[in-house]
């Protein structure tokens, strides 16, 4: 019975999409051998929204766990990098995992406290938790209290002697990063997760009464967004080599950016963040003269996108075409027409 | 004696919060909405009273008369041009669109009113105090604050049981699809229910900007504020939002007094453990 039928993931426009992704792969790997220090830097920082903002997706596009608190791990991975570096020695590329290590046991009491409160509130509750870790860690002199503290030059100069290489090697550790939380995030989506997680996305009632454990869904992808965001804001302040209470725990660039990027890329489909990440970028590289106008507009982009096309641009471009750059469709195919095609 | 008085100064700072409390716990109770621009719309509030009374000459507390009914004519529009458009089962888009018109407002008082942290001037009262007894002394204006946030309160409770508007409330509350079919226009009431939040947070926003210097850029805190008060408090009644921001306040002060860094993270623990081993708040609706 089961060998009659077997199920597909791949369309024809996600395997051009997986062709795509691989071309994309190896040319931006190669990236240190075209690109200046301007254009690293600024790839970095795409990889690094990509990768916030599809872990976002995850949680509140498909969980429906709406944070405005992920600003909590962010700035929790970035202190950890800096607090095992400086003071037990570890190496940094060794702090970035062991970063989500620590924010995913550290995510599951917080989760004990904050699936408590219901929907909306569940939302600011994130927010009083980022708060409390930005506050905790502006007492704690070790690590420069509210002032904040940079990595110290021998740190630095042990990842790898010459400058240039330390940007390629931090570069390359970008990347791999961003490939594996979208890697991760695809195999999630078509695992028993996914299937679970896509039925709580569409409907939160019928997931659980065809006996999906909703709770346990939830805290599963909670602690993985966890996880996923400190080890991206370890790198992020890594790059920076300057750490602060106020810059890692900032509710502007590490909630507000990814939130509007998510909406406006496409929310519950994984290649909304990406789009949305492109679309950020050159808007920014195109008017962020305009300072606080600039977010204020971003604000406004996103509240015209939530009420006109709640699916994004790419919900738009999905719908029209009937594309899908990832495989990540469930089509069943049963012996019998398996055979004939 | 310094302690009587530090928790004293807790609780009157508490009449404050829950002003901020009763404003978002009027709203969710009406319409499960939770208005994560609250905290702005609080700001957006001292700088029109910062207009009024800069233009005007006004004493900002009799200013409050002003910036009342323009707050509450904001709230009525904007509920009617646009939250009224995010309502549904889906939590999504009410938090989406008040979390990115909390970022519209901050960015446009920075814009208009730059980053500089500004302070309305009551004259005499700010600094106007009197013993209650030996060593403790209470300032008239946290004083009159919080007898105002007692009359608020008060007047909310009254509303939501004694008046048509209130049965009105109460009704889309219970059930919407039941009170439109008993006459009720929802999109008229639940932007009734947005202008009173605001005209609630108007009176908060004076207050606020007597008493402390603010900037563009306190919103959100004032939010958490609020929104800690309404969950200690449990969401009950009006008076437990009362009560949520003096315990609020009270651990703040006691926060305060222990480490000045501990004001705002003893407020937040405080929630914190109130979550942990009372989640329904200290006086829970009781259970019909």
Request: net charge positive.
């Amino acid at each position: 019975m089961n060998a009659s039928f077997r199920v597909e993931h791949a369309t024809r426009s996600s395997h051009v999409g997986t062709v795509v992704f691989a071309v994309g792969f190896v040319v931006l790997a190669a990236a240190p051998a075209w690109g200046g220090r301007d254009d690293l830097r600024l790839l970095s920082e795409i990889y690094a929204y990509v990768a916030l903002a599809s872990l976002w997706n995850l949680l509140a596009g498909y969980a429906g766990l709406v944070s405005v608190g992920q600003q909590a791990y962010v700035g929790l991975g970035g202190y950890v990098l800096f607090a095992s570096t400086i003071l037990a020695g570890v190496h940094p590329l060794v702090a970035v995992p062991l970063a989500g290590v620590i924010a995913g046991v550290i995510a599951l009491p917080v989760a004990g406290l904050m699936f408590r409160l219901r929907g909306h509130y569940f939302a600011i509750g994130t927010w009083v938790v980022a708060e409390v870790f930005r506050l905790i860690s502006s007492q704690i002199s070790a690590l420069g209290g509210g002032s904040g503290i940079s990595l110290p030059a021998g740190i630095v100069t042990a990842m790898a002697s010459s400058r240039q290489m330390r940007e390629f090697l931090i570069y390359w550790v970008a990347l791999a990063l961003v490939v594996a939380v979208l890697a991760a995030i695809v195999l999630l989506l078509r695992s028993r997760y996914g299937l679970a997680l896509t039925a709580i996305r569409d409907n939160e009632l019928a997931a659980r009464s065809n006996g999906v454990d909703v709770t346990r869904t939830k805290l599963v992808v909670y602690i993985l967004t966890a996880f996923g965001t400190a080890m991206v804001g370890a790198l992020i302040f890594l790059q920076k080599l300057r750490i602060s209470p106020d810059t890692a725990f900032s509710v502007n660039d590490w909630t507000a950016f990814v939130i509007f990027i998510t909406v406006i890329g496409g929310i519950g489909r994984v290649e909304g963040p990406i789009i949305g990440t492109i679309v950020f970028f050159l808007l920014r590289q195109t008017l962020a003269d305009l300072g606080s106008l600039y977010l204020l507009m971003l604000g406004a982009v996103a509240i015209a996108v939530m009420l006109m096309a709640p699916k994004g641009i790419w919900g738009l471009i999905a719908e029209r075409f009937g594309w899908q750059l990832l495989p990540l469709e469930r089509r069943l195919r049963f012996a019998a027409d398996a055979r004939t095609t | 004696m310094e302690w009587i008085n530090i928790i004293v100064q807790g609780v009157l700072i508490g009449g404050l919060y829950a002003m901020f409390a009763a404003g978002l716990a009027l709203i969710f109770g009406v319409m499960r909405l939770v208005n994560i621009a609250h905290g702005d719309l609080i700001v957006l509030a001292a700088y029109i009273a910062l207009m009024t009374t800069d233009t005007l000459g006004l004493n900002p507390l009799i200013a409050i008369a002003i910036v009342v009914p323009i707050m509450a004519a904001i709230g009525y529009a904007l509920q009617r041009a646009l939250l009224n458009r995010t309502l549904g089962d889906d939590v999504l888009p009410p938090l989406l669109v008040t979390f990115g018109l909390s970022v519209i407002i901050q960015n446009a008082l920075l814009e208009v009113f730059t980053a500089d942290s500004r302070r309305l001037k009551a004259g005499a009262i700010e600094v106007a105090s009197f013993p209650l007894a030996e060593g403790v002394w209470i300032g008239v204006l946290p004083l009159l604050q919080f007898v105002v946030a007692v009359a608020v309160i008060a007047g909310l409770q009254v509303l939501f049981y004694r008046t048509a508007l209130g049965r009105a409330f109460r009704a889309t509350s219970d059930d919407q699809s039941v009170a439109q079919l008993m006459g009720l226009d929802n999109r008229h009431v639940f932007a009734l229910a947005m202008a009173l939040s605001l005209a609630v947070i108007a009176v908060a926003g004076v207050f606020l900007a007597v008493r402390t210097n603010f900037d563009p850029a306190i919103g959100p805190a004032r939010l958490i504020f609020g929104f800690e008060a309404v969950i200690i408090g449990g969401l009950g009644s009006m008076w437990g939002t009362l009560a949520g921001g003096i315990v609020l306040g009270v651990s703040q002060a006691i926060g305060a007094q222990i480490d000045p860094g501990w004001q705002l993270l003893a407020g937040h623990l405080t929630f914190l453990l109130i979550l942990a081993v009372r989640p329904e708040g200290l006086f829970p609706k009781v259970q019909g």
